[in-house]
């Protein structure tokens, strides 16, 4: 569960260096602290622990893959390419773990 709370984390981190890098000068900052508010407005609705509208089975490992791979995507997108690889291989590595001790 560490591993993945980290991974959001991360996740949070490409969403605003992404933001921050993408933006026109002078709104930077503001997509900076934007784009990690859309994702975090989505995994509060649909993926935390104590979601809204909380997403089981297929629905859920969707939600992940999107979710993890849109992190990994704006990583990647921004230039962050060896952080991009790194966060997209510890979820598959958290992920296989979940599937392996029964937590998902």
Same mark, same amino acid.
């Not at 784009?35 to 089981?56: E, Q, T």
């Not at 993890?68 to 991009?84: E, I, N, Q, V």
């Given at each position: 569960?560490?591993?993945?709370?980290?991974?959001?984390?991360?996740?949070?981190?490409?969403?605003?260096? !992404?933001?921050?890098?993408? $933006?026109?000068?002078?709104? #930077?900052?503001? *997509?900076?602290? /934007?784009?990690?508010? &859309?994702? @975090?407005?989505?995994?509060?609705?649909?993926?935390?622990?104590?979601?809204?509208?909380?997403?089981?089975?297929?629905?859920?490992a969707?939600?992940?893959?999107? !979710?993890?791979?849109?992190? $990994?995507?704006?990583?990647? #997108?921004?230039? *962050?390419?060896? /952080?991009?690889l790194? &966060?997209? @291989?510890?979820?598959?590595?958290?992920?296989?773990?979940?599937?392996?001790?029964?937590q998902?």
């Amino acid at each position: 569960m560490a591993l993945m709370f980290f991974l959001e984390l991360g996740v949070y981190v490409a969403a605003g260096y !992404w933001g921050y890098t993408a $933006a026109p000068s002078g709104w #930077a900052l503001p *997509a900076a602290l /934007a784009v990690p508010l &859309l994702f @975090a407005v989505a995994w509060v609705v649909f993926g935390a622990p104590k979601a809204r509208l909380p997403l089981r089975g297929i629905a859920r490992a969707a939600l992940e893959i999107v !979710w993890f791979g849109g992190g $990994a995507a704006l990583a990647y #997108a921004a230039g *962050a390419h060896t /952080a991009s690889l790194v &966060l997209a @291989a510890l979820f598959v590595l958290n992920a296989a773990l979940r599937v392996a001790w029964r937590q998902v």
